[in-house]
């Protein structure tokens, strides 16, 4: 498999969670009833669900019934498509990639969910947790201790800044973090960092911009998580011995 290929994997699973964004938190089954217009019901032939490309072709409408198709649409696919082909890229095209390309889909499918409905669904949460342990177990044994201490680490620490400052953080981003962990091993931690750092610096921006009522205004956290989750996958590594040759 060439690094090709990966990137036009990476705009399919990019069109899947599309639906996995809309439909999971709502409750609807991700493959009944097939792929249609939100606005009139029509479902899309596969001739216009072609990721990016159809939405070019059609101009951002649906054939039926001429209604807008949100840009999230083709921004999901492209976005999934180019960070599979720089996983590859990174990390090279080997068994790795069981790991880290079901990794990089599940923190773009929880970040668009967070950011629409403020929570993290658990049906994405434990079966991710699984194959995290599974595909250590089966391509990287030598690392599971590392991914076992890393995900409890990781856990841990959101949950005490859950419980210290309950209005900014939940339960969902604790378990996101302890998943994170099981995936990076030790590249939890720039992982982590960088979440708080790009968390904080918009939480200032939009006080700065808005004021007090800006205080009222909940700023989902599983998108910084995953942000830093992406980080962790492709300098992770590299991060830590930055700062294990420097600091330590």
Excluded: Q
């Excluded at 699973?13 to 009139?40: A, D």
């Excluded at 490309?53 to 921004?75: E, F, K, N, Q, T």
């Excluded at 668009?112 to 947790?129: E, V, Y």
């Excluded at 900014?168 to 720039?190: E, N, T």
């Amino acid at each position: 498999m060439d690094v090709a290929v990966i990137g036009v994997l990476g705009l399919l699973v990019g069109s899947f969670l599309n639906v996995v964004i809309y439909r999971l938190p709502r409750g609807e089954s991700l493959n009944r009833p097939r792929s249609h217009c939100p606005s009139c019901g029509t479902p899309i032939k596969p001739y216009d669900n072609i990721p990016v490309v159809s939405w070019l072709l059609l101009r951002a409408r649906c054939r039926s019934c001429g209604a807008s198709i949100s840009p999230r649409y083709p921004l999901v696919e492209a976005l999934t498509g180019a960070v599979f082909v720089g996983v590859a890229l990174t990390r090279g095209v080997n068994d790795d990639l069981a790991v880290w390309l079901p990794f990089a889909a599940m923190l773009i499918a929880v970040a668009g969910i967070d950011l629409d409905h403020r929570i993290i669904p658990n049906k994405i949460l434990l079966p991710a947790a699984i194959w995290g342990l599974a595909a250590t177990i089966a391509f990287r044994p030598d690392n599971i201790d590392d991914a076992l201490i890393a995900g409890g680490i990781a856990f841990g620490a959101l949950l005490l800044t859950a419980l210290a400052y309950p209005a900014g953080m939940g339960m969902g981003d604790v378990k996101l973090a302890g998943v994170m962990g099981i995936y990076l091993g030790s590249g939890v931690a720039p992982a982590m960092l960088v979440a708080f750092l790009t968390g904080s610096l918009v939480g200032l921006l939009i006080i700065g911009r808005e004021g007090r009522d800006a205080r009222k205004k909940g700023v989902p956290f599983g998108p910084f998580l995953a942000l830093g989750g992406l980080v962790g996958i492709f300098a992770g590594p590299e991060l830590v011995d930055v700062y294990v040759d420097h600091f330590l």
